[in-house]
């Protein structure tokens, strides 16, 4: 994760956000922009298939309302641009509440010191529902794989330094990010249990600070070393787990565990390399390890962990890139609980694999295909003590075809899958929408 990853990738994100996000980078000063699409959604809580049967209606028809603003500057060798993004979701047939709003609003300032040292400080903050919003990492690895209700808040900030001596081939940066996750549902307002809320679960703090070194060794490769030290901080004090009577717990470890317990921290070590094949081709590959350790010793035992990030992007024709991201690291998760002979334990964290390939083609002058999709596997419990870990599979597809009229009106039609494979029970769900409508620009 680097402080240039602020882009959010995911089949689930609608194009709005796209739009500010190019707006960033527009040579205009001010952007403006405003998406109007009707959907069919066919799944809009993402219940799994067992509960969907016991509904009412769990599908529905509605409307999309998107607008978008962004302010750029570049004054000599500073550069500043802001966006807003604010998206309203109307569900025709969907129980209450009827509407989804999110926010979306990310800062970057850059400025170069001299031709050596340059400093970048960005900040992006989100209140949403879906989770390819609310994981704001460039890397594919998903926390939470469903969508949430309520308005939950993520904010991240950070800082980098950068130095680059190009003509001795020597370059690196240090930074800190920091990362706040605040879910709405607590221990008083869940409506199923006061242990387990998503904020017992996911609320929590993650500093992440990293420092990388690299040497250009041959005109178009370049050698990495790099260390991170990352600090997930858990700040709720409701409970995600009560031992049912008759469990057997390990030694010394305690029979109710709260959000705050789940605190660990995790050191990086890793190697890597930067290649330029040619003008239109590109790849990076970082390979290391991962040792993390936890709070609560005794339901959770300390662990190394294969760490890996890799990434390729070719630019294949005048207007057409593929961006291809595959990633290897133990991440937070929202499952919270394991089953042994002996009843339900405690669950930490997750070791998860992820592949995300994005391809845009120009298909005409004016006619653009977006496709992206991927595949995410994890195990599950793996540092509970005596359980054997538990698997997910989670694949995301979305394909948009959009038809630019002139440079401030498009007609845009997209798909978009989602499914979910669990050993867990009542997790699993399968999620089909489909968008179509018009995208202005000014």
Do not use: C
């Amino acid at each position: 994760m680097t402080i240039a990853g602020l882009a959010v990738l995911g089949a689930a994100v609608s194009l709005a956000p796209v739009l500010a996000q190019d707006a960033m980078i527009n040579q205009k000063p001010y952007s403006f922009g405003l998406a109007l699409r009707g959907f069919y959604d066919d799944n809009y809580f993402t219940y799994p298939k067992a509960l969907r049967t016991t509904l009412k209606h769990d599908d529905s028809f509605g409307f999309d309302v998107s607008p978008s603003v962004a302010y750029n500057l570049k004054h000599d060798n500073t550069t500043f641009g802001v966006s807003y993004v604010y998206n309203f979701r109307y569900y025709f047939d969907r129980e209450r509440p009827r509407d989804d709003q999110s926010h979306q609003a990310n800062m970057k300032l850059s400025h170069a010191f001299n031709e050596v040292f340059s400093l970048d400080v960005i900040d992006s903050f989100v209140i949403a529902q879906e989770p390819s919003i609310l994981d704001p990492s460039i890397d594919p690895t998903r926390t939470v794989p469903a969508r949430v209700s309520g308005s939950n808040v993520r904010n991240l900030a950070g800082i980098q330094f950068n130095a680059n001596m190009a003509e001795k081939g020597f370059g690196g940066n240090v930074g800190y990010q920091n990362t706040l996750f605040d879910y709405e549902e607590n221990a008083s307002t869940s409506a199923v249990s006061a242990i387990g809320s998503r904020s017992a679960v996911l609320d929590r703090m993650v500093h992440l600070i990293k420092a990388e070194g690299n040497y250009q060794v041959l005109p178009k490769t370049t050698a990495s070393l790099e260390y991170r030290f990352r600090y997930d901080d858990y700040t709720s004090f409701d409970p995600f787990y009560v031992a049912a009577p008759g469990t057997i717990l390990p030694p010394g470890a305690p029979g109710v565990l709260v959000g705050n317990d789940k605190d660990n921290w995790s050191h990086f070590a890793s190697v890597g390399v930067r290649q330029q094949f040619n003008p239109n081709l590109s790849g990076s590959l970082k390979l290391g390890a991962q040792y993390t350790q936890y709070q609560v010793t005794s339901w959770f035992k300390d662990t190394m962990s294969p760490f890996a990030e890799a990434s390729l992007r070719w630019v294949y024709m005048e207007g057409s890139s593929a961006q291809l991201n595959v990633s290897h690291s133990r991440i937070p998760t929202d499952t919270r609980l394991g089953t042994t002979a002996s009843g339900l334990v405690p669950i930490s964290d997750q070791e998860a694999t992820a592949v995300q390939l994005s391809v845009n083609h120009a298909i005409t002058a004016k006619l653009t295909g977006i496709l992206q999709g991927g595949y995410q596997h994890s195990f599950l419990g793996e540092t509970t003590r005596n359980l054997q870990s538990a698997e997910d599979n989670l694949f995301f597809a979305g394909v948009t075809l959009l038809y630019q009229f002139n440079p401030h009106v498009a007609a845009e039609v997209s798909y978009m899958y989602d499914h979910l494979d669990s050993d867990f029970a009542l997790r699993s769900f399968t999620r089909n929408r489909i968008f179509v409508g018009t995208r202005l620009s000014l």
